[in-house]
């Protein structure tokens, strides 16, 4: 069977249905997420995936429309 090749570098080392990406957060956010992460003996990216799970249980996604501004970015 042929290796599947990831489509983009930030998908590189990962597994099927992860991606990296970059946030920007709170300092305390991190320092907690760095603590529970620490205590519960889990990688940060654990902790960060229960925690989205959990805010996103029972939310319905749905598609946002690629609408520009004059600027040329999206509207938010």
Same mark, same amino acid.
């Given at each position: #069977?042929?290796? #599947? ?14 991606? /990296?990406?970059?946030? @920007?957060? /709170? ?9 529970? !992460?620490?205590?519960? /003996?889990?990688? @940060? ?18 598609r946002k429309?690629?609408?520009?501004? !004059? !600027?040329? !970015?999206?509207?938010?």
């Amino acid at each position: #069977m042929a290796a #599947m090749v990831p489509d983009r570098s930030s998908q590189q080392g990962l597994k099927e249905g992860w991606t /990296r990406a970059t946030f @920007i957060l /709170r300092k305390d956010h991190l320092e907690k997420l760095k603590s529970v !992460s620490y205590w519960e /003996r889990k990688k @940060i990216k654990e902790v960060v995936d229960e925690a989205l799970g959990s805010y996103l249980k029972g939310k319905k996604a749905r598609r946002k429309t690629n609408t520009k501004n !004059s !600027s040329g !970015s999206n509207k938010l």
